[in-house]
């Protein structure tokens, strides 16, 4: 059974950071690419980052990309988003994402195996 288990979001301060964290399991860690998406309400679910199967390709949003880092362990099965600076627009509830292979997708369709999200509040 494949599970992705998140922690970490809360209600931060404009300008503050945060760290989420998705613990994976059921599946072969290292063949599958990452990726974070978040979805504010009444709004589409977005791309926000993502790490291939080897830790070295990233992809981010052009609202995340001097902002956020993705990260992973192959060892620990986790993937991270620190998030830096945020903003009262980076409100939204954030999915972490798994998908076979090495290559990233922005796309949700692609990913067939999901978080069950967390809530990222920023106030200004």
């Known amino acids: 059974q494949v599970q992705l288990v998140q922690s970490g979001g809360g209600l931060v301060q404009a300008g503050d950071s945060l760290r989420l964290s998705c613990l994976v399991s059921?599946?072969?860690?290292?063949?599958?690419?990452m990726a974070w998406f978040r979805q504010a309400p009444g709004q589409e679910r977005e791309f926000v980052a993502s790490?291939?199967?080897?830790?070295?390709?990233?992809q981010y949003t052009d609202s995340a990309k001097d902002r956020f880092n993705i990260t992973r362990d192959n060892f620990k099965n986790t993937v991270d988003l620190q998030m830096s600076s945020l903003t009262p627009e980076d409100t939204a509830v954030y999915y972490c994402?798994?998908?076979?292979?090495?290559?990233?997708?922005?796309?949700?369709?692609?990913?067939?195996?999901w978080g069950q999200g967390t809530q990222v509040s920023v106030s200004s």
């Open positions: 059921g599946l072969a860690f290292d063949r599958y690419a």
């Open positions: 994402a798994a998908r076979s292979g090495t290559y990233t997708k922005t796309v949700t369709a692609e990913y067939p195996f």
């Open positions: 790490i291939g199967w080897s830790g070295v390709n990233t």
